[in-house]
């Protein structure tokens, strides 16, 4: 009985092994048709939590089950072509050359969906020479909102791992001022890597709790606050996302946030811009923390416009609480919108 038990196991492991090898060679011999079948079998079947779909269903009403719907559906690859290192064109030919199917962002020039391409973007020779930089569209938003130049100085005060920084430099042609920095040595070692890798020569990297760029009191043109946040709108990337929501985060993040938005805000010029972010929808991550910033400070905040992005307005009011008006200036990008992930983007003149 033992003896046949085992060998039913063996048999069971030689077959699995060769259905895996039998996967691996026809991976080397086809590889689309293996990119498209991975794809497909890719569905989330999750379940968001009831306080999650009930606050959902306040902001969005009855767009709500959109919301809920697309959260299932796995994120599409995306790339922003690293314009340091090569022109859109020449790489957008060198990928078709090699079978890849690229869709163009329609608010971010630089910005592709890999319709269809290898499954590991990060592990390809153009990854590798820092010919792109793998970015989901909603976090291209919030550089774009920046009025960027060529003589500014940037102040990133929670860099890592460089997303934005990378676009940064590369919107202002790698001329200019740029202090990244992040508060964990971690992060800082991979922001150094992805900096390097993109051949970014206009960036210094700063190891330090953002908080303490106050003492650098009216220094910047511009200041990026891409806040640590609880990561409400990353579902669709990470579904562990789903399960780890939990609201009595907020508060916490919400502190953080708003000591961050602070500092980066004294730190900028008379006159100069601030752009605050997050990759949550929570408005105690958002719409609270800027309403805190208008409270405490002389800050304007300016409409965004992107073309080719949608977008919903900032909310002035969430559970009793009652924001600034100005604050429906901010966005509220929805992965329904754009077929991205979700971000809350805002910013603020200093006077
Ligand atoms: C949302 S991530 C930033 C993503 C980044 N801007 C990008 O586009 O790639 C937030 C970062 O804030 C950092 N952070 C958290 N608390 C901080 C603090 N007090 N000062 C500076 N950075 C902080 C975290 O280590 C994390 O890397």
Redesign the pocket.
Known sequence: MVHQRRSNTRNRQRSSNCSVRSRVLNAINNPLKIRFKTRRRMKYNMELKREFKERSRELLGSEAEDYFQILREPLTNALRINTLKITINALKKRLKNKDWELKPVPFCKQGYWVESGPMKLGSTLEHFLGYYYIQDPA?MIPPLTMDLREEQKVL??????????GQIVSIMNDEGLIIA????ID?VSILKINLQRIGARSVVITR????NYKKMTGFFDRV?V????SGEGVIRKNPYAAVQWNPNSFPKFSR?QK??IKAGYQALKPGGLLVYS??SLAPEENEEVIDYLLKNSDAEVEQIKIKGLKSKPGVTEWQGEKYHKEINKCIRVYPQDNNTEGFFVCKVRKR
Request: charged share 25%.
């Open positions: 976090s990133d005060i929670a860099a890592s791992p460089g997303s934005k920084t920095n992040d508060v964990r992060r330090r709790n953002g908080m990026l891409d806040a640590p946040c953080v000591k961050l997050t990759c």
